[in-house]
């Protein structure tokens, strides 16, 4: 499966390229650096929760390419594993 067929990773990633704009406009606009800081911490927060996202439906689907369909179990303790990524 490819990460472009996620659509939950692609959503993500347009949210937070439209908030990046946002925040650019903000800047253009002179607005105050308090504000600007607030909303640059909420796309770092959104791209490291979509960077979470990628690694583990990455590892999920090379390990679904050599055992097959995970159960729900394996599934489960995979998205633990994928908390690591914001550590990365």
Known sequence: MS???NPDLLNRLRRANGHLAG???MVED???GLKIAQQM???VSALEKTKTLIVTD????HIED???PLPSALRSELG??????KYL
């Not at 990455?58 to 689907?61: D, F, M």
């Not at 633990?80 to 990524?85: D, I, N, R, S």
């Open 58 to 61: 990455h590892i999920e689907h």
């Open 66 to 68: 050599l055992i097959g």
């Open 3 to 5: 990460h472009a067929a």
């Open 23 to 25: 925040i650019i406009k």
């Open 30 to 32: 002179g607005d105050d």
């Open 80 to 85: 633990k594993l994928g908390e690591f990524a």
């Open 41 to 43: 911490k909420a796309v």
